[in-house]
């Protein structure tokens, strides 16, 4: 029997109900039935981090007031392992073998009045054309008009860095002349040399103006972790963040006060 005779409807036309009932699936039980993930005795960073909402609409979004940066990143990229890793909370934001698991905008409390927006992954082939185009227009809309946004953490795979959907969303982060701070995941993958490549090419390309600054990062290995802790914190504080041409000594940029720091 289907509560309260409600049909679900397929594709765009979830209801909000449905929809966030899809998204809390990628969550642990605990996380979906509390709305906190447990506590482990080394999770410091953000102890009273909690789920708050998901929107497949601008309608969805929470009360536009605080402060939140959000997370952008192609699909297979590591935007769920670095968005664990940074808040310190393993099964904050679900990982998934398959690419494209994050479908709505996912809005998360880490202390009152400042929250972290997981977005929808994008360069996916296997979503269909149709949700493609809901995307855009629903991620054109938040960029537009979200006040509370402080700027945007872009996940790229420091292999395959600056794709053109890469690109398409550095253009977008940046369109209210708001902070980007791109992330080079899976350095651990990489020999030193070749990481430092991937982050130099990273560097040079984007039309900066100040805005988009750049660090090497490994949720595996723990290297540029904290680093990237403290750019989301700055952007949170509405702080530009620092860095030096010559970019990180090490692949991760770890203890390398420029780069994130």
């Known amino acids: 029997q289907k509560p309260n005779g409600r049909r679900r409807r397929k594709g765009l036309g979830l209801s909000c109900s449905a929809a966030c009932r899809a998204s809390r699936k990628l969550y642990t039980k605990a996380f979906a039935r509390h709305g906190r993930v447990p506590r482990t005795a080394n999770m410091a960073a953000y102890p009273e981090v909690r789920f708050l909402t998901s929107a497949n609409k601008l309608g969805q979004l929470p009360q536009d007031t605080g402060v939140e940066v959000a997370v952008a990143g192609r699909s297979n990229a590591g935007k769920s392992s670095a968005i664990n890793a940074v808040t310190q909370r393993k099964g904050l934001a679900r990982t998934s073998k398959s690419p494209g698991a994050t479908r709505l905008l996912n809005f998360f409390e880490l202390q009152a009045g400042r929250r972290l927006v997981d977005l929808p992954g994008y ?139």
């Not at 430092?196 to 390309?205: C, H, N, S």
């Not at 660090?215 to 620092?242: M, P, T, Y």
């Open 123 to 261: 360069g996916f082939a296997k979503v269909a054309g149709a949700m493609r185009a809901h995307w855009g227009t629903l991620l054109t809309g938040y960029f537009g008009k979200r006040e509370s946004l402080r700027g945007t953490i872009v996940v790229m795979d420091v292999r395959h860095p600056l794709t053109d959907h890469d690109q398409d969303m550095l253009k977008l982060a940046t369109s209210r002349d708001l902070p980007v701070h791109i992330l080079l995941t899976k350095a651990d993958k990489l020999g030193r040399g070749a990481a430092r490549e991937g982050f130099e090419i990273t560097y040079l390309r984007p039309a900066k103006d100040g805005l988009v600054t750049v660090q090497l990062f490994s949720a595996h290995s723990g290297d540029g972790v904290q680093e990237a802790r403290g750019a989301l914190e700055r952007l949170l504080d509405g702080k530009r963040i620092k860095e030096t041409p010559a970019g990180p000594v090490d692949p991760a940029g770890a203890n390398q006060p420029g780069i994130g720091g």
